[in-house]
């Protein structure tokens, strides 16, 4: 049975810092692009952050150079390292395949208020 906890969100300042970990199991890990998404209340969940299986990255726009993907193929965890966080960067995010083969998690709320 796959399951895809993710952990580590809270509320922050802006231009604060969080670090998202997503623990994974039922697939094997290491064969999988792994990404992290985001939604909001009425907009549909986005991918902003890609790993791929070689460990290579790729950002969406809105937080490229502020957000960094990274992944532990022993752990079966991704992380996901956020600075500079903005309001905007307020949603639930979740981990998942790129593309999302699995059923979601519950995700972690990202709160950036001041």
């Known amino acids: 049975q796959v399951q895809l906890v993710e952990s580590g969100g809270g509320l922050v300042q802006p231009g604060g810092s969080l670090r998202l970990s997503c623990a994974a199991s039922?697939?094997?890990?290491?064969?999988?692009?792994m990404g992290w998404y985001r939604q909001t209340p009425g907009k549909q969940r986005e991918l902003v952050t890609t790993?791929?299986?070689?460990?290579?990255?790729d950002n969406a726009d809105s937080v490229k150079g502020r957000f960094t993907v990274s992944r532990d193929n022993a752990k079966n965890t991704v992380y996901l390292q956020m600075n500079s966080l903005k309001p905007e960067d307020t949603a639930v995010y979740y981990c998942?395949?790129?593309?999302?083969?699995?059923?979601w998690g519950q995700g972690t709320r990202v709160t950036v208020s001041s």
């Open positions: 790993i791929t299986r070689g460990g290579s990255t």
């Open positions: 998942n395949t790129v593309p999302s083969y699995f059923p």
């Open positions: 039922g697939f094997i890990f290491s064969l999988y692009a």
